[in-house]
């Protein structure tokens, strides 16, 4: 059994910067392309990057491209998203996921094992 949970979330001021961390049990983390997705109040859950198995291959959707920044080490078994320059519209949980085959995609049918999710909210 997979299980994901998500830390570092947490309230932070508009310009500042936030680190989350997915630390993934199980021996097939480094297997799988690894994901984050959020959701905001009312909203859809989005994608936000994604990172292939090797770390070597990242991508991010236009919202976040230049500010947020995926990595992963799989010696420990854990993917982070690095925040930077976040805004009130980047508030929201975000979510940890395990990619199902061996390619990144931006799709949630394309993950199968979740996170219970982090909260960030940021101030104005």
């Known amino acids: 059994q997979v299980q994901l949970l998500e830390s570092g979330g947490g309230l932070v001021q508009a310009g500042g910067s936030l680190r989350l961390s997915c630390a993934v049990s199980?021996?097939?983390?480094?297997?799988?392309?690894m994901g984050w997705f959020r959701q905001a109040p009312g909203k859809e859950r989005e994608f936000v990057a994604s990172?292939?198995?090797?770390?070597?291959?990242?991508d991010y959707a236009d919202s976040v491209k230049g500010r947020f920044t995926i990595s992963r080490d799989n010696a420990q078994n854990t993917v982070y998203l690095q925040m930077n320059s976040l805004s009130p519209e980047d508030t929201a949980v975000y979510f940890c996921?395990?990619?199902?085959?061996?390619?990144?995609?931006?799709?949630?049918?394309?993950?199968?094992?979740w996170g219970q999710g982090t909260q960030v909210t940021v101030s104005s």
């Open positions: 990172i292939s198995r090797s770390g070597g291959t990242t």
């Open positions: 996921a395990k990619g199902k085959s061996l390619v990144a995609g931006r799709l949630q049918s394309q993950y199968d094992y």
């Open positions: 199980g021996r097939t983390f480094i297997t799988y392309p």
